[in-house]
């Protein structure tokens, strides 16, 4: 969706998708647009509760069927298990993407990481398909006429054209563009504190097998989680800076990430909003 300054700001229902890498700010970001006003819809959350609800749960059932004390109680109905998935509370997500690696440290074998890899490739694109819908039910039934579409980290992953398309045909696309000062910062942190991350499978092969060979690792069994993760993440924050660029110059406009942290409330996003969209032709 492209339109003028002017346009936008006489736009009597913004629809907005936020794109950025972990850690640019999105979620804050719109975090700071009033939720009376605007219906916050996160891919996170939507992937979590609706398209890997039961492979989560699955998972969690499978890890407490090993503790006997717990299994008796699963196996007599006497206890059951669910999860808290909230906007703000994303972990079990990232918990089932898990990590590849020895699986006596935590690790899971690569056929198995594969397929956990694949069902959240599926669930992301379905749930940034269901984004019309939501802009519709947002207003229907509660009345909001903003929607603002926190999309997943990982969504310039996913090769799609038809997602694309369904979100520049229904939202304005802002991508928030990390600034060369801060980038080294992000990439730190994730190295001090390694998660669970999405791969492109032929990019996970590729760097999988590099990996390896500089380490002398045969299997990936006998590699530590945590010590691929942050080898791998300064490779995939490289790999992903050119992917989103290349969707905001074709279906929408960029801000940058300090401007974009120096909003304080509404009418500073919507500035921030108006000033991105006339400096692109």
């Known amino acids: ?47 979590g509760t609706k398209y890997l609800q039961e492979p989560i749960l699955d998972n969690i059932k499978r890890q407490a069927m090993s503790i006997p004390f717990l299994r008796d109680l699963l196996l007599s109905d006497s206890i059951y298990i669910s999860n808290k998935i909230t906007v703000d509370n994303l972990a079990p997500v990232s918990t089932f993407l898990g990590k590849l690696g020895n699986p006596d440290l935590g690790g899971l074998s690569l056929t198995e990481f594969k397929r956990r890899q694949k069902l959240h490739h599926q ?26 579409n926190d999309a997943g980290g990982s969504v310039c992953e996913l090769d799609s ?21 801060l980038e080294q910062t992000i990439i730190e942190r994730a190295k001090t504190d390694p998660k669970p991350l999405y791969y492109r499978e032929a990019f996970l092969d590729e760097k999988l097998a ?10 990936t069994d006998l590699m530590p989680p945590d010590e691929f993760v942050s080898w791998i993440f300064p490779k995939l924050f490289e790999s992903r800076l050119p992917r989103y660029q290349a969707i905001a110059d074709q279906y929408g406009y960029t801000i940058d990430a300090n401007d974009a942290a120096a909003v304080k409330n509404e009418a500073d996003f919507i500035r921030l909003v ?5 400096s692109k032709p």
Do not use: C
């Open 1 to 47: 969706m492209k339109m003028s300054p002017q346009e936008f700001l006489d736009w009597q229902s913004k629809r907005i998708t936020l794109l950025a890498m972990s850690g640019a700010g999105k979620t804050t970001l719109a975090n700071k647009l009033p939720k009376a006003k605007w219906f916050h819809y996160s891919g996170d959350y939507r992937i």
């Open 123 to 148: 669930a992301e694109i379905a749930a940034m398909n269901d984004v019309p819908e939501f802009i519709h039910k947002a207003e229907d039934i509660y009345g909001y006429h903003h929607f603002i």
């Open 161 to 181: 054209a038809d997602v694309l398309e369904t979100l520049a045909q229904n939202t304005l696309i802002i991508y928030i563009k990390i600034p060369s000062t």
């Open 210 to 219: 590099e990996f390896m060979d500089i380490k002398n690792y045969s299997s």
């Open 274 to 278: 108006a000033n991105a969209l006339e």
